[in-house]
């Protein structure tokens, strides 16, 4: 199976988002770094709130329609119709939304984060097309823009949060921007016209549903700490969060190119592939995670996060939660497979509702920890229901169509 995969494409485009993965992190680790050591602790805690929020707003409120190229770009075929117009409606959504959101909060630096809106666009659709080197530059682009423009704020002596939300925002806009002026082309010529927009919809909407149940899940606990405790409490819990997220980055680098291995050798009906490879990456995962707990105190220090210290227990139990949850989010894509993104949408918000319900009975009572045990409750009861509708089924299915 190693030789393979050695001598497929598929060790060529890995390596491909490998490398441009592992210097986006790079990046992106000085930028957490400065912005941690940077920002006092009830502006991080408000930074990672806001944050937060509008990473759920800029999927949600365009019906998740950015996921649909990498189901519909297969073989590099999709519906013209479709794809051409699609960066320009979501462009004249992001600026309604970035001037509407600006005057209701009276804030045009925060609302400003809608703008990753069009970042996602453009990722996703060179990711479907497996223009890795494209997407790479424009991941190392947005990086690169954001780091200048932080060294130049926080030299001048500012550190208002809200305008450094208002950097991340616009750099989001400017890579964007020039990407388009330079780009050769936007979009593909595409050939199959069986995809219409009901298709597309039906595929996206109940992903842009499920993620704000998994936004629930994963988020809602920041929300009732800023509800019952104060700011300074939220910043020492969302931390947390924030070098969880950091170490996210790194297991991305599978999680992106992994829906497109499965998908194409679940056409050819290669699940032993799939098993494997998977196999090979959970493991890789678990040793990470363990790891990761062991020296927990080394990478706050590394993060710029010295100052929260006495609070690294409340990282070693989302941790476990998130291992728990990629694990899961992995098997799930059998189900992006068959098209069958209801099954997620179940399970977030079975796990959503555990969530809302344990920390509105249980957080004011406790504290952080409470908010922290609550996650992984959740994210036990989230791989439970993943293998409920997933592994039984996925073996029968392949193992129908290999007799076939």
């Given at each position: 199976?190693?030789?393979?995969?050695?001598?497929?494409?598929?060790?060529?485009?890995?390596?491909?988002?490998?490398?441009?993965?592992?210097?986006?992190?790079?990046?992106?680790?000085?930028?957490?770094?400065?912005?941690?050591?940077?920002?006092?602790?009830?502006?991080?805690?408000?930074?990672?709130?806001?944050?937060?929020?509008?990473?759920?707003?800029?999927?949600?409120?365009?019906?998740?329609?950015?996921?649909?190229?990498?189901?519909?770009?297969?073989?590099?075929?999709?519906?013209?119709?479709?794809?051409?117009?699609?960066?320009?409606?979501?462009?004249?959504?992001?600026?309604?939304?970035?001037?509407?959101?600006?005057?209701?909060?009276?804030?045009f630096y925060t609302s400003s984060l809608i703008f990753l809106v069009l970042f996602n666009?453009?990722?996703?659709?060179?990711?479907?097309?497996?223009?890795?080197?494209?997407?790479?530059?424009?991941?190392?682009?947005?990086?690169?823009?954001?780091?200048?423009?932080?060294?130049?704020?926080?030299?001048?002596?500012?550190?208002?949060?809200?305008?450094?939300?208002?950097?991340?925002?616009?750099?989001?806009?400017?890579?964007?921007?020039?990407?388009?002026?330079?780009?050769?082309?936007?979009?593909?010529?595409?050939?199959?016209?069986?995809?219409?927009?009901?298709?597309?919809?039906?595929?996206?909407?109940?992903?842009?549903?499920?993620?704000?149940?998994?936004?629930?899940?994963?988020?809602?606990?920041?929300?009732?700490?800023?509800?019952?405790?104060?700011?300074?409490?939220?910043?020492?819990?969302?931390?947390?969060?924030?070098?969880?997220?950091?170490?996210?980055?790194?297991?991305?680098?599978?999680?992106?190119?992994?829906?497109?291995?499965?998908?194409?050798?679940?056409?050819?009906?290669?699940?032993?592939?799939?098993?494997?490879?998977?196999?090979?990456?959970?493991?890789?995962?678990?040793?990470?995670?363990?790891?990761?707990?062991?020296?927990?105190?080394?990478?706050?220090?590394?993060?710029?996060?010295?100052?929260?210290?006495?609070?690294?227990?409340?990282?070693?139990?989302?941790?476990?939660?998130?291992?728990?949850?990629?694990?899961?989010?992995?098997?799930?894509?059998?189900?992006?497979?068959?098209?069958?993104?209801?099954?997620?949408?179940?399970?977030?918000?079975?796990?959503?509702?555990?969530?809302?319900?344990?920390?509105?009975?249980?957080?004011?009572?406790?504290?952080?920890?409470?908010?922290?045990?609550?996650?992984?409750?959740?994210?036990?009861?989230?791989?439970?229901?993943?293998?409920?509708?997933?592994?039984?089924?996925?073996?029968?299915?392949?193992?129908?169509?290999?007799?076939?």
């Amino acid at each position: 199976m190693l030789k393979k995969f050695q001598s497929s494409t598929h060790l060529k485009n890995f390596k491909n988002f490998i490398g441009g993965g592992v210097l986006f992190l790079a990046l992106n680790y000085v930028v957490n770094f400065i912005i941690n050591t940077k920002l006092t602790k009830d502006q991080l805690g408000l930074f990672s709130y806001y944050q937060n929020i509008f990473a759920l707003i800029s999927s949600v409120l365009i019906l998740g329609m950015h996921h649909g190229y990498l189901r519909f770009n297969e073989n590099l075929n999709s519906l013209p119709h479709l794809s051409k117009h699609l960066g320009k409606y979501l462009l004249g959504v992001t600026l309604a939304l970035y001037l509407a959101i600006g005057v209701v909060l009276n804030d045009f630096y925060t609302s400003s984060l809608i703008f990753l809106v069009l970042f996602n666009e453009r990722t996703y659709f060179y990711r479907s097309v497996k223009n890795i080197r494209t997407m790479n530059l424009y991941k190392v682009g947005y990086a690169l823009i954001l780091l200048a423009s932080l060294l130049l704020f926080f030299q001048v002596g500012d550190n208002d949060y809200k305008k450094v939300l208002g950097l991340i925002g616009f750099s989001y806009a400017l890579v964007y921007i020039v990407n388009g002026t330079f780009s050769r082309s936007s979009h593909l010529g595409f050939k199959d016209r069986t995809i219409t927009l009901k298709d597309w919809l039906k595929y996206s909407v109940p992903i842009a549903l499920t993620e704000i149940l998994s936004w629930t899940l994963q988020y809602s606990d920041q929300v009732f700490i800023k509800l019952f405790f104060t700011e300074v409490d939220l910043s020492n819990y969302s931390i947390a969060g924030r070098v969880l997220r950091l170490i996210k980055a790194f297991t991305s680098l599978f999680l992106l190119y992994y829906p497109l291995l499965y998908f194409e050798e679940a056409r050819k009906s290669n699940f032993a592939t799939i098993r494997k490879f998977r196999a090979s990456f959970i493991t890789i995962l678990l040793i990470m995670t363990l790891s990761l707990i062991g020296f927990k105190d080394y990478i706050y220090i590394l993060l710029g996060a010295r100052k929260y210290l006495e609070y690294t227990g409340v990282f070693t139990i989302l941790i476990v939660g998130e291992f728990l949850r990629i694990s899961s989010s992995i098997y799930l894509t059998y189900r992006t497979y068959l098209k069958q993104t209801f099954y997620m949408t179940i399970i977030a918000f079975s796990t959503a509702v555990c969530s809302v319900g344990l920390n509105s009975l249980l957080l004011k009572q406790g504290d952080i920890y409470t908010a922290a045990y609550v996650q992984l409750t959740c994210s036990i009861l989230y791989l439970l229901l993943t293998f409920l509708f997933v592994f039984k089924q996925e073996r029968a299915y392949f193992t129908t169509k290999k007799n076939e």
